[in-house]
């Protein structure tokens, strides 16, 4: 059985670690019988800066995570496209609006941006987790580590 101690004990603002992930997806096989799963609202301050904050709760943010055997296969999120909630999410994590590598960035919504969002998916995972392979080096065309940089 997963230390369910473990997951209740994330503070507030935290991400879940590659453990407490593990620990989740047994958890939710556990109990619902599943290996797919999705995880949403995370803390705001554990995501990007151009993660959309909920609009019921500042707190956690308008974003999602896939999991399939508790291992993250994709994550996403609604982007920010509110000027003033972009520049306060900036702020809030100590970096400011105004520098000069996001200036532009920041300006650029002020000509107005449509909600929008994004996701990422690790295809070389979701093999990896599909087909039980002991190593997701062998789901990858070409594979990369500290030794070999070119296929």
Known sequence: TPDSEELAALEEAEDLTAAQEVALGALVKERHGVDFFVVDRYPTAARPFYTMPAPDD?????SYDFFLRGQEICSGAQRCHEPAVLAANLDA???APTS???KAYVEAFDHGAPPHAGAGFGLERVVFLYLGLDNIRKASL????????AP
């Open 58 to 62: 500042a707190r956690v943010s308008n």
């Open 93 to 95: 994590k100590g970096v």
């Open 100 to 102: 000069d590598s996001l």
């Open 142 to 149: 070409f594979p990369r580590d500290p030794r070999r940089c």
